[in-house]
């Protein structure tokens, strides 16, 4: 069958991973969600965008209502969330967001994996500068004419709306605002018949950190293994593209 196949095997099963680590990390969520603000999905705005995630990777609806369930036994774990700062080789500035039964464990992971791959944990707070925390949403722009959403958000608190590829090379909408106007946001896109994709707070990188193709390699040898780590929910960094 030769080299073609295996490459198209080898994608498929990265694509595959990918799809598990992500609905991991999503049934986290729906479960703190659910802790957090009771399991109806109507007057809990946090397990609904979860759920809304969910559908946009295509997680099974069995695991979702799974997860639910999951999350009003007693015997279902509490998770802690935790951010850990630090620099990837060649000075790009790494942030990860952490959720977990057991902070000992998942401090000792991080910190290793910065040091197997030749960066360095830092203090909470001393990436401030360089990221921000911002609403982000997604959502199939068709023919709609963005500039006319753009002026029905203003009041909303958009701050920026573009198209880019997804990684199937097809267009996504993109708007971001700020960290505190999610709920605002959320309640004018439903206004305007926007159906949103997704919708997350993420760090956005305020200044990017220029690196060679080779350094690039290095830098992302740290990032796969800490987007590995079954404790880590998202990972962040600066490094130019």
Known sequence: MGRAFEFRKERKFKRWAKMAVQFTRLGKEIVMAVKAGGGDINTNSRLRTAVQNSKAVNMPKDRVEAAIKRATSRDEKDYEELVYEGYAPYGVA?????????????????????TKYGGSLGKTGSLDFIF???????FDPGDRDLEELEFELIDAGLE??????????????????AFEDFGKMQKALEEVGVEVKSAKLERVPQSFHEVTEEQ????????????????VQAVYHNMAE
């Not at 690039?216 to 404790?231: H, W």
């Open 94 to 114: 790494v942030l990860v967001e952490t959720a977990t039964d057991n902070t000992n464990r998942t401090v000792a992971n991080v910190r290793s994996y910065f």
């Open 132 to 138: 921000t925390r911002k609403s982000v949403f997604t």
């Open 160 to 177: 920026d709306l573009f198209v880019e590829a997804d990684e199937e090379g097809k267009d996504i909408g993109v708007i971001h605002t």
């Open 216 to 231: 690039v390699t290095d830098i992302m040898k740290l990032i796969d293994r800490l987007e590995e780590d079954d404790d």
